[in-house]
């Protein structure tokens, strides 16, 4: 995820993209191609995983045409695994990867078969521009990209204050922009207490990788 932090402002220049928030572009690629699914896969969604006392059953469902839920039939076809299965953090593509979009995972196939999961991974960008000319840019704002690890515990209002409150507490310090990068992982990776990394407020510290950059906006030669 990528953050502009302003002055008086923050501005979010990207949005993640997961099998759920992509549902529908996959489950229609699933139903263009069916036979990437290899028959051990059903492109359809339902609210929970189905079992065997359910056929026949009526049962909520989703389509890739739908934006909302309908009902159908359980059929023996729809226990099979869920193209798309999982919702927040837990969502996965094929059981496998938490991202539909990316590049390389070209070898990447689902364990114990030979189903491919790239066909359903898209390497198309979303672009989001942003003038320059229409903003006064500031000598402290700066463009924010990290990994999950860090989005997974600091929204974008907590690390534009900690971008704020460190940029106003060291203006003298040549190296401040890759101390406050620093200073954020560390946020995310919180303290170890135990045999666990907790947050200052108590709360779980990120479990996942964490990679940040702090670029700043401002150029000072237009001064």
Not at 40 to 62: A, I, S
Not at 74 to 85: I, R, S, T
Request: glycine share 6%; proline share 4%; net charge negative.
């Amino acid at each position: 995820r990528a953050i502009l932090v302003l002055k008086d402002n923050i501005v979010p220049m990207s949005s993640e993209f997961t099998p759920e928030s992509e549902r529908q572009r996959i489950q229609h690629l699933a139903f263009l191609f069916p036979k990437l699914l290899d028959g051990e896969f059903t492109r359809f969604e339902f609210p929970r995983r189905l079992k065997g006392d359910d056929v026949g059953q009526k049962v909520l469902y989703r389509d890739y045409f739908m934006e909302g839920w309908g009902y159908k039939t359980v059929e023996k076809a729809d226990l099979k695994y869920p193209l798309v299965h999982g919702h927040g953090k837990q969502a996965r593509l094929l059981g496998t990867l938490a991202v539909s979009r990316g590049l390389g995972d070209h070898h990447l196939k689902v364990i114990d078969t030979n189903i491919e999961v790239k066909p359903f991974l898209s390497c198309i960008p979303k672009v989001n521009v942003f003038d320059f000319a229409l903003h006064d840019i500031k000598e402290d704002d700066v463009l924010v990209m990290a990994t999950d690890g860090l989005w997974d515990v600091l929204c974008n209002d907590e690390v534009a204050h900690v971008v704020r409150s460190f940029l106003a507490e060291n203006r003298t310090d040549p190296q401040r922009f890759s101390e406050l990068a620093k200073c954020l992982v560390c946020r995310a990776r919180g303290k170890k207490r135990g045999h666990q990394w907790m947050l200052d407020d108590s709360h779980e510290a990120s479990y996942d990788d964490i990679s940040v950059f702090v670029i700043p906006l401002h150029n000072r030669e237009e001064d």
